[in-house]
């Protein structure tokens, strides 16, 4: 690797993927949604829902999704070695995305179907009870579906395009999941009760999981699948894979944990101000009126997916052959950048100034996640390089398994930050002027710090496209002499 040719040379010699067709980009990308809504109606959604609606306090709800990132970590690398031993005529992974899917989509209005009227710990009780089932299913999906994104081309621009199909998906689904918490705000209103509205919600949004996992499970291509091996000699191919082996295997080596302290830049920082983001608007901005505050947040963030759409076109058609890591530098100081912005932008005095934060900061954040995932990919092609094994569902679960314990601390002081800050819903928009200024400090001091410890270790990463170029090549030689000697 030290004395490989110029990138130029590397690239003219590496041989080209055959692209992959429209169709089955776009169920990928489609298949980015079961796992995007279970993911945000529990987090996005149920915030505020299990707060104003269901009466739970912040720092209860920060605490027991804490305690469910931390279900995750065992019940993660258990699903990940189960997808990665798996060998069925649907391939590894389809099975679990059509089934896992279905089942989370079946059980997702049971989070909300509790009662304000029961005492905290028996909503907590509830609560974590129905949790650890759906995490399970989530799971299921979520690490399958993981997988066969990294597994579905190792083309180096494919890899990019593929991840700009599932990022403009992530950004469509954004046209009415903002509106969730307002719509069951309206439909309180209509209906006459407080949480109706909320289980109404769920339940469309559970009918929309259910189908989509279905038609993506039976219609996208598995391509680690090969249709002319038996299974015998499929599981052959794909030797067994264990966790705690390959937990050590990855402890020692210094990229992979550059990577993990990217990945938890990008994300431990943004949880700890999760709670802050909706509730200064409501709260700060719109001084008390929830319905017009969660309304106008959720405006913005439509306005945004023009943005962020944008930015994620413009990339996969114009900088998809760029060298990813500098490419990801010029993004993460842009979106630091915005994240001091919202000192200015969040502003009572002039409250519709709060549209702009979504449209100026939706392009580069979907640019950067966009860009980031399809390092991660890059990272398995490193691994199999290194390490011979194809363990992808398994690195999924490793990386999940260190940066949810990352995100529990996260998640865990995000509803005490709120609390810490001395906030009190019963005092609607008369929160005291220390209040608000705590919850200011908080969202834009710590996305910042945050985003300027990743742009760091983005310096020492050493995955660059000459880099990966390299190893393509090489991966491609071995498989063509294994298939050779087969």
């Not at 939706?362 to 490193?382: G, I, K, L, N, R």
């Amino acid at each position: 690797m030290n004395k490989a040719e110029d990138c130029e040379k590397v690239q003219e010699d590496t041989p080209v993927s055959e692209p992959l067709s429209v169709a089955q980009k776009m169920l990928l990308g489609l298949a980015i949604v079961p796992k995007h809504l279970g993911d945000l109606t529990v987090k996005q959604f149920g915030k505020p829902t299990y707060n104003i609606l269901f009466g739970i306090s912040p720092g209860h709800i920060g605490s027991l999704f804490a305690v469910m990132n931390i279900w995750d970590t065992i019940n993660d690398p258990i699903v990940a070695k189960i997808t990665d031993n798996t060998h069925t005529s649907w391939g590894r992974r389809r099975p679990y995305i059509a089934v896992g899917g279905a089942l989370m989509g079946l059980m997702l209005p049971a989070l909300f179907m509790l009662s304000p009227d029961w005492g905290t710990w028996t909503k907590l009780g509830y609560l974590l009870g129905m949790f650890m089932l759906f995490n399970v299913f989530h799971s299921f999906y979520s690490i399958a579906f993981g997988a066969m994104v990294v597994e579905f081309t190792s083309d180096y621009k494919e890899k990019t395009k593929i991840r700009g199909y599932t990022s403009v998906f992530g950004y469509l689904k954004q046209t009415f999941t903002p509106w969730l918490f307002p719509m069951a705000l309206w439909l309180n209103a209509i209906i006459g009760g407080e949480i109706w509205g909320a289980r109404i919600v769920v339940i469309i949004l559970g009918i929309m999981i259910f189908s989509i996992s279905i038609l993506v499970g039976v219609k996208l291509k598995d391509n680690t699948f090969d249709p002319m091996q038996t299974k015998s000699e499929h599981a052959c191919a794909h030797k067994r894979i264990d966790f705690f082996p390959s937990l050590r295997s990855f402890s020692k080596d210094k990229t992979f944990w550059k990577f993990i302290t990217l990945n938890l830049c990008l994300q431990v920082p943004f949880l700890l101000v999760s709670f802050l983001n909706q509730y200064i608007i409501m709260f700060y901005v719109f001084k008390g009126d929830l319905l017009k505050g969660a309304s106008v947040e959720a405006v913005s963030m439509n306005l945004g997916i023009f943005t962020g759409i944008l930015s994620i076109v413009i990339i996969s058609k114009y900088f998809a052959d760029m060298d990813k890591k500098k490419l990801l530098g010029i993004l993460l100081a842009v979106t630091m950048l915005l994240a001091s912005s919202k000192w200015f932008l969040l502003n009572p005095d002039l409250p519709y100034l709060c549209l702009i934060i979504y449209i100026l900061w939706a392009p580069a954040s979907a640019a950067f996640h966009m860009v980031f995932q399809s390092m991660q990919t890059d990272f398995c092609e490193y691994d199999e390089w290194k390490t011979g094994e194809k363990r992808v569902a398994i690195f999924l679960a490793v990386t999940g398994w260190i940066t949810k314990s990352g995100a529990t601390i996260g998640i865990l002081m995000s509803g005490w930050l709120l609390v810490l800050s001395g906030f009190d819903k019963d005092l609607g928009g008369d929160q005291s002027v220390t209040t608000f200024l705590q919850m200011r400090v908080f969202i834009v001091v710590i996305p910042t710090l945050g985003l300027l410890v990743g742009l760091i270790t983005l310096y020492f990463y050493p995955l660059n496209k000459k880099c990966m170029l390299e190893i393509k090549k090489d991966l491609d030689q071995r498989h063509a002499d294994t298939i050779n000697q087969s």
